[in-house]
T-cell receptor, first 114, second 116 residues
Framework: DVKVTQSSRYLVKRTGEKVFLECVQDMDHENMFWYRQDPGLGLRLIYFSYDVKMKEKGDIPEGYSVSREKKERFSLILESASTNQTSMYLC?????????????FGPGTRLTVT | AQTVTQSQPEMSVQEAETVTLSCTYD???????LFWYKQPPSRQMILVIR??????QNATENRFSVNFQKAAKSFSLKISDSQLGDAAMYFC?????????????FGKGTKLTVNP
């Protein structure tokens, strides 16, 4: 089974702190994604990566950056956390190619910024 | 821009009965994929069912089936013989390929409650 893990289920940080959210997948997937999930807004794509060291902005990249140094690991970085970044963060991965490969999701990290 | 609309924020169904969740989408593409994902409370999001736009036949996975109306850009999910374990948030998603990258566009979700 594909497994996507995230470093923390719950995280509490203070305003202005630098925050790292880590995601690891074990199925050699090329594509990895970071989403933000908020009630009433669904999932919104922050960044995605289709190869090591490659990244593309999603719909809401402001205030975030990402890093992908190894194929299995995709990190989301909040350079200076703010209260409006309090949210559930979901990581996902998928195989690349023009077929209907599904995205596999991690359990999520609920981040609270105080 | 592609958008996905789920017009029912919440739905409820009696155990063993059938419920249909609605989804519409907007796209100018001719080739794409549609998905329904399920997110149980405090658990990981999982794929329920997928539909390829060029296929006329509606996808079915056990008790889950879709009604795909390409011209109307409608993609509803029918859950038959509902079970307590079906209670979850359900997200409709549209997947588009552009060059070497892909993107999922999600609706805002429908919270399904199953009453015993």
């Amino acid at each position: 089974d594909v497994k996507v893990t995230q470093s923390s289920r719950y995280l509490v940080k203070r305003t202005g702190e630098k925050v790292f959210l880590e995601c690891v997948q074990d199925m050699d997937h090329e594509n990895m994604f970071w989403y933000r999930q908020d009630p009433g807004l669904g999932l919104r794509l922050i960044y995605f990566s289709y190869d090591v060291k490659m990244k593309e902005k999603g719909d809401i990249p402001e205030g975030y950056s990402v890093s992908r140094e190894k194929k299995e690991r995709f990190s989301l970085i909040l350079e200076s956390a703010s209260t409006n970044q309090t949210s559930m963060y979901l990581c996902a991965s998928s195989l690349s190619g023009a077929t209907s490969y599904e995205q596999y999701f991690g359990p999520g990290t609920r981040l609270t910024v105080t | 821009a592609q958008t996905v609309t789920q017009s029912q924020p919440e739905m409820s169904v009696q155990e063993a009965e059938t419920v249909t969740l609605s989804c519409t989408y907007d796209t100018s593409e001719s080739d794409y994929y549609l998905f329904w994902y399920k997110q149980p409370p405090s658990r990981q999001m999982i794929l329920v069912i997928r539909q390829e736009a060029y296929k006329q036949q509606n996808a079915t996975e056990n008790r889950f089936s879709v009604n795909f109306q390409k011209a109307a850009k409608s993609f509803s999910l029918k859950i038959s013989d509902s079970q307590l374990g079906d209670a979850a948030m359900y997200f409709c998603a549209y997947r588009r390929f552009q060059g070497g990258s892909e993107k999922l566009v999600f609706g805002k979700g429908t919270k399904l409650t199953v009453n015993p």
